[in-house]
DNA sequence: TCGAACCGTGCCACGGATGTGAAGGTCAAG
DNA sequence: CTTGACCTTCACATCCGTGGCACGGTTCGA
C-alpha cells in the first residue's frame, strides 16, 4: 500500500505520514522505485497514534510504549528485552497512572458540580423557562 | 502574599506565575506600589494548576473547569450559570472520560506486556535471581 | 507519447502551547 | 547608596502538527 492510501485510509496526509516516520512512530519499507510500502497493520497502528495523541501524550513517550503494544500478541518478542526497557516501561505504567488518576479526578469533581447544579436549581425562577423545555446537550 | 512567597511555596518562579496570570489561571490583586498581592487560596490553586498541566490538559480547558473545582464547595455561586457554561461542562467531562478510557487502555496494555514478560521468563537462566524476590514497583 | 496524478526530498514558515531569559526601570529597606 | 525583590516588555527555545514550494522521478491511462 502506498502513502496515498494509507492518507485517505486513515484521515490523515501523506505529509503527516512522512513527519510520523521522522518522529519514529511507523517504519515503512521502500519499493524499488523509491515509494513507501506501507502493510495492513499501519492503518491501525496510525489510528493508535493519533488517539494516544490526542489523549496527551507526547510523541516521545509514543514512541517508547508503541512497540510493546502494536506487534501482534501471538509473537512473543521477549528476548531483547533488557532490564532498561523494562524499567522504562514500568516508569511509563506509572505515569500513566499518575496522569489517569489526576483526569479522573478532576473528572469527577465537575461531574459532581454538575450534579449539583442540576439538584440545586434548574432554574430558579428567574424568568428562564421559555426556551424549549428539554435542553439538549449540544 | 507577594510572588516571592508563592513562587517558593508552589515550587515554582515569580516568572512562571506572571506566565499563568497572563494566560488567566491566576489573577492576583494589586498593592498601591503595582506589586501583585496573593491570598492564601492561590497557593492551592497554582498547585492543581501545576498537576492538571502534568496530566496533559491544556491551560485553555484548565481555565474554564477550575472555576467550577476551586472554589469552595460550600458557598454555591449557581446563580450565574449560563446553559452555555453547563454544556461547555458537559463537554469537558466527557472529553475527560474518552481521554481517561484511552490513557486506561494503554496503561493496561502495558501493564499486560510486563506481566507476560515476567511470567515468560524473568531470567532466560542467564544469571538473573539475585535481588530481592519481591518485586516493589517503582 | 504525453499529461495527470502520484511519490520522493528538502526546506522554510506558521501557529499555538509551555515556558525561560534578559534588559531596563521602580520600590523598600539596611 | 546599594541590594534585592518587584515591575514590564520583548525575545527565544522547544514541541507538535501542518502547510507550502521547488524540483525531480514514476505510473498509468487516454
Redesign the interface.
Known amino acids: 500500500m502506498r502513502i496515498g492510501e494509507v492518507a485517505r485510509r486513515t484521515e490523515t496526509t501523506p505529509r503527516l505520514l512522512r513527519y510520523y516516520e521522522a518522529q519514529g512512530l511507523i517504519a515503512p519499507g521502500r519499493a524499488e522505485n523509491g515509494y513507501r510500502e506501507y502493510d495492513e497493520d499501519t492503518v491501525g497502528r496510525v489510528r493508535q497514534v493519533r ?2 495523541l ?4 507526547p510523541t516521545r513517550l509514543i514512541v517508547r ?1 508503541l512497540p ?2 502494536s506487534t501482534p500478541r501471538e509473537s ?1 518478542r ?2 531483547g ?1 533488557t532490564p532498561e526497557t ?1 524499567a522504562l ?6 505515569r ?5 488518576e ?3 479526578r ?2 469527577e ?3 459532581a ?2 450534579t ?2 442540576r439538584e ?2 434548574p432554574a ?1 425562577a428567574e424568568r428562564a423557562p421559555d426556551r424549549e423545555p428539554d ?1 439538549a ?2
Chains 1, 2 share one sequence.
Open positions: 488517539e494516544l490526542r489523549a496527551g501524550l510504549i510493546c503494544l512473543v521477549f528476548s528485552v523494562v516501561l514500568e516508569e511509563e505504567h506509572a500513566l497512572s499518575a496522569r489517569i489526576c483526569l479522573t478532576n473528572r469533581a465537575i461531574g458540580y454538575l449539583a447544579l440545586a436549581g430558579p435542553g446537550a449540544r
